[in-house]
């Protein structure tokens, strides 16, 4: 059974300050990894992907893969209000295709 | 620079009512994909295509249809809409469906069931 899973949250970080998001996958297959952030009513967009053990960075986000752990993470610098949204985490290229996590609820605290 | 389209955005049916949604895409995708989002639930595979010609069922297929018109073009239809169905509906497209590259997501259809 193919599974991706993100705590749910609410996850709540003062502003300025690193919001850290987790994302367990159980695929061993899976060869890329993605990070959508999704406004309420809105559609996801994404953020960072990563294909490659180690971390990759893009402005204030950081996104770190360890694929021995089955383990990926974002990491938000510089925390601010507008990053408050719901984070979904996509695993893909696996035996089992594209599979989402269902999110973590991300809240900034001005 | 429209990406991916779906329309309509917002619709009430009544039980038993029949309505398609329709999506297209003009980034030359290969792989479509419907999606339902509920509270809750995170997203969820209704039905994929991995390329012109081809669907496939995903994790809740039931109560839908789909067709792949061409490679721009995927429509989702109920055929006899149930309050279960009420939910936001989204259309994706990617190069491929087990190659990793991006998902890009159309804006979402908001669907009622009454």
């Known amino acids: 059974q193919k599974e991706v899973e993100q705590n749910s949250g609410p996850l709540s970080v003062p502003e300025g300050a690193i919001a850290s998001l987790n994302c367990t996958y159980s695929?061993?297959?899976?060869?890329?990894f993605f990070w959508y952030r999704q406004y309420s009513g809105k559609s996801p967009e994404l953020i960072m992907s990563?294909?490659?053990?180690g971390d990759k960075e893009d402005g204030r986000f950081t996104a770190q893969l360890n694929k021995a752990s089955q383990y990926v993470s974002l990491l938000i610098r510089d925390s601010q209000p507008s990053d408050s949204a719901t984070y979904l985490c996509?695993?893909?290229?696996?035996?089992?295709?594209?599979?989402f996590g269902k999110g973590t609820h991300l809240i900034i605290q001005p | 620079n429209a990406g991916v389209t779906q329309t309509p955005k917002f619709q009430v049916l009544k039980t038993g009512q029949s309505m398609t949604l329709q999506c297209a895409q003009d980034?030359?995708?290969?792989?479509m994909y419907w999606y339902r989002q509920d509270p809750g639930m995170g997203l969820r595979l209704i039905y994929y295509?991995?390329?012109?010609?081809?669907?496939d069922k995903g994790e809740v297929p039931n109560g839908y249809n789909v067709s792949r018109l061409n490679k721009r073009e995927f429509s989702l239809r109920l055929e006899s809409a149930a309050p279960s169905q009420t939910s936001v509906y989204f259309c994706?497209?990617?190069?491929?469906?087990?190659?990793?590259?991006?998902?890009?997501f159309g804006e979402g259809s908001w669907l009622t069931v009454v």
């Open positions: 980034m030359n995708h290969n792989s």
């Open positions: 996509l695993s893909g290229g696996g035996a089992d295709g594209l599979t």
């Open positions: 695929d061993r297959g899976s060869q890329s």
């Open positions: 990563i294909y490659s053990n």
């Open positions: 994706a497209s990617s190069e491929g469906p087990r190659s990793g590259n991006t998902i890009y």
């Open positions: 295509s991995a390329s012109e010609g081809t669907t």
